[in-house]
């Protein structure tokens, strides 16, 4: 499982790096009000993806079922089954694309940018539904636990959009050049994932002929929910940017945008640990291994919430100043604003989101957290159109993390029950070594901003470096020292050696 979780790392890592890259190089090129507008457009556009009705996440779980049962007849009905239906939800898609498009001219979108925005909106269109199909190869590799090769692949993914993107806008620097890229970069990533499936399973088909009307009722019956789940995500994390264009302004969307983008990675970091447990609970569900569950659920609850404490002290502390240098001075009092807000709730929504959902999702029991994100992400929507006028930015940011940490402490007590575990015993595992050992890490921050005022690359990356390893020390002899559920002992024993030699 390590392998796997680290395996999504380095994605993740690459994806950071180049984002490091491609957003300011963006920013500069199609300026604040241009990429105001490509963010407003992939808001919507995002709203399209809602089409996909729950049904990836429900692939990925009965694909793992059925392969941990040996039986590849129902998994290739499953993926006849999917195949149908993201065919089908695609055409929909496209002609729901063309009838909201009329709407984005509904936001005051700058003099100028007005056919620019059109076609980029029908190219990002075409680009979320013939995504659907693009959907199913993923799914096959997942449910077969083959992470890295996956991510192998997403990362040249990651590598050709920046190098085509840098290319491109250097050359025609338009909203349709970067719609364009995301369809280039969409074709390269199914066929190459498509080509790997038939060379390395060769008993699984991707066929329409096996589409299976009892497998779709199954399906359907359990990707409701999932779809409830996204489009809580939805509200949550991709409504802020239509929120302000509708009451605030289209130009100040980059300065949210940019401290929700470091939020997200974040996110991704701990969701990274999501896309392994999800599938393995399902199979530990699935042959009735239940206390092997139960130490998944705490153990990397655990990491979890200590990976989050690590990298939120930094966002908080140093993260204003980090956007500045990163994209502009004028950025780190606005956009920094937003992300300390948005890091406050993320201390408790980001462990529940990164385990304790995708466990739930993955024994088969995603209704209560769905109707539950749902209820959280209208919420959110509520909290932000209120409170975007009088508090402008950060108003929006709190209609935002109020209601993550809301949902966040009523899934983790719905995980507990379903697994039986008292919440005291989730607590005194999980938090307080956790957050104790994060003090140590805090202090060395403050001196860092208060004592040593850090400013620039050097400063910045230096006290990042000097945090993770303070991290790492505080992990290994305090965190988990003596763990009754993770034997830290034979690593340090090798590090001592490694050290001695």
């Known amino acids: 499982m390590l392998r796997n979780v680290g395996s999504n790392w380095v994605l993740l890592a690459v994806n950071v790096a180049t984002t490091y890259v491609l957003t300011p190089f963006i920013i500069r090129t199609l300026g604040n009000d241009g990429y105001g507008t490509w963010t407003l457009i992939a808001s919507i556009c995002g709203y399209i993806g809602l089409f996909a009705l729950g049904v990836p996440v429900a692939?990925?779980?009965?694909?793992?079922?059925?392969?941990?049962?040996?039986?590849?007849?129902?998994?290739?009905?499953?993926?006849?089954?999917c195949a149908g239906l993201y065919l089908g939800v695609g055409a929909i898609a496209v002609l729901a694309g063309a009838s909201v498009m009329p709407l984005l001219h509904t936001f005051a979108?700058?003099?100028?940018?007005?056919?620019?925005?059109?076609?980029?909106?029908?190219?990002?269109?075409?680009?979320?539904?013939?995504?659907?199909?693009?959907?199913?190869p993923e799914g096959i590799m997942l449910a077969h636990h083959d992470f890295v090769v996956r991510n192998a692949v997403r990362i040249s993914v990651l590598l050709l959009r920046l190098g085509l993107s840098v290319l491109l806008l250097t050359l025609?620097?338009?909203?349709?050049?970067?719609?364009?890229?995301?369809?280039?970069?969409?074709?390269?990533?199914?066929?190459?994932?498509?080509?790997?499936?038939?060379?390395?399973?060769?008993?699984?088909?991707?066929?329409?002929?096996?589409?299976?009307?009892?497998?779709?009722?199954?399906?359907?019956?359990?990707?409701?929910?999932?779809?409830?789940?996204?489009?809580g995500a939805r509200l949550a994390f991709e409504t802020d940017a239509i929120v302000i264009g509708?009451?605030?302004?289209?130009?100040?969307?980059?300065?949210?945008?940019?401290?929700?983008?470091?939020?997200?990675?974040?996110?991704?970091?701990?969701?990274?640990?999501?896309?392994?447990?999800s599938p393995m609970a399902t199979r530990l569900h699935a042959e009735g291994r239940m206390d092997e569950l139960r130490t998944i659920f705490l153990k990397w609850s655990k990491v979890a919430l200590s990976i989050t404490i690590v990298a939120g002290l930094f966002l908080i502390v140093l993260g204003p100043r980090f956007v500045?240098?990163?994209?502009?001075?004028?950025?780190?009092q606005p956009a920094g604003r937003v992300l300390q807000i948005l890091m406050a709730s993320s201390f408790v929504f980001l462990p529940v989101r990164g385990v304790a959902l995708p466990i739930l999702i993955g024994i088969g029991k995603p209704q209560r957290p769905a109707i539950g994100f749902i209820a959280s992400g209208l919420l959110n929507l509520g909290l932000s159109v209120a409170l975007a006028r009088p508090l402008g930015l950060?108003?929006?940011?709190?209609?935002?993390?109020?209601?993550?940490?809301?949902?966040?402490?009523?899934?983790?007590?719905?995980?507990?029950?379903?697994?039986?575990?008292?919440?005291?015993?989730?607590?005194?595992?999980?938090?307080?070594?956790?957050?104790?050992?994060?003090?140590?890490?805090?202090?060395?921050?403050?001196?860092?901003?208060?004592?040593?005022?850090?400013?620039?690359?050097?400063?910045?990356a230096a006290a990042g470096a000097a945090t993770v390893f303070l991290f790492a020390l505080t992990w290994i002899f305090f965190v988990y020292r003596r763990d009754p559920l993770v034997d830290v002992s034979p690593h340090l024993a090798r590090l001592l050696a490694w050290g001695r030699a």
């Open 59 to 81: 692939c990925v779980r009965y694909l793992a079922q059925h392969l941990a049962k040996g039986d590849l007849g129902k998994v290739n009905a499953t993926i006849g089954s």
């Open 109 to 136: 979108i700058p003099e100028g940018l007005e056919a620019q925005a059109s076609l980029s909106f029908g190219l990002m269109t075409i680009y979320v539904s013939a995504g659907f199909i693009g959907l199913l």
């Open 172 to 231: 025609r620097p338009t909203l349709a050049v970067l719609a364009l890229v995301q369809l280039a970069c969409l074709s390269f990533d199914v066929s190459t994932t498509w080509y790997l499936i038939v060379k390395r399973y060769p008993g699984v088909r991707i066929s329409v002929a096996d589409f299976d009307w009892r497998m779709v009722r199954q399906i359907f019956s359990f990707s409701l929910y999932v779809l409830l789940l996204t489009a």
């Open 246 to 277: 509708a009451f605030l302004d289209v130009s100040v969307i980059p300065f949210y945008v940019i401290a929700n983008s470091l939020i997200v990675y974040l996110m991704e970091l701990v969701v990274s640990i999501a896309a392994v447990v």
């Open 324 to 332: 500045g240098w990163w994209i502009d001075p004028s950025y780190e």
């Open 394 to 460: 950060a108003g929006v940011a709190l209609g935002t993390a109020i209601p993550n940490g809301l949902f966040a402490a009523g899934v983790l007590a719905i995980a507990c029950r379903e697994l039986e575990i008292g919440a005291w015993t989730y607590f005194r595992y999980v938090v307080p070594k956790a957050a104790l050992g994060g003090i140590p890490t805090l202090a060395l921050l403050l001196w860092f901003r208060l004592g040593l005022g850090v400013q620039g690359l050097f400063g910045l």
